[in-house]
């Protein structure tokens, strides 16, 4: 069985910084692109970050460029979301997801649990 679990979330104020992790199994980890999506309360889920199987290529959201990193650790089947610099609008909570295939445009197919983030101004 397929099994994503994301932890790390928390309440941060304005200006600081998390570290999300996105443990996976059930499947073979490097194969499969896993992305980042949030989502705030009455707002439609939004996808965040995500990152190409073996050769690491990531691709964000406009809204965290330049202050969410997202990275891979193909030997403990684990993504991470490095965030800095976090903003109240960042407040969501916060899943991983698994594509279908090899690439983020694959499309997702397998949605974990997701951690709370609050960013207090």
């Known amino acids: 069985e397929v099994q994503l679990q994301a932890s790390g979330g928390g309440l941060v104020q304005a200006g600081g910084s998390l570290r999300l992790s996105c443990v996976a199994s059930?499947?073979?980890?490097?194969?499969?692109?896993i992305a980042w999506f949030r989502q705030a309360p009455g707002k439609e889920r939004e996808g965040v970050s995500c990152?190409?199987?073996?050769?690491?290529?990531?691709y964000y959201a406009d809204s965290v460029k330049g202050r969410f990193t997202m990275s891979r650790d193909n030997a403990k089947n684990t993504v991470y979301l490095q965030m800095t610099n976090l903003k109240p609008e960042d407040t969501a909570v916060y899943y991983c997801?698994?594509?279908?295939?090899?690439?983020?445009?694959?499309?997702?197919?397998?949605w974990g649990k997701g951690t709370l983030v609050t960013v207090s101004s």
């Open positions: 997801a698994k594509s279908s295939g090899s690439r983020c445009r694959d499309g997702m197919d397998w």
């Open positions: 059930g499947f073979t980890f490097d194969d499969y692109a």
């Open positions: 990152i190409s199987r073996s050769d690491g290529n990531t």
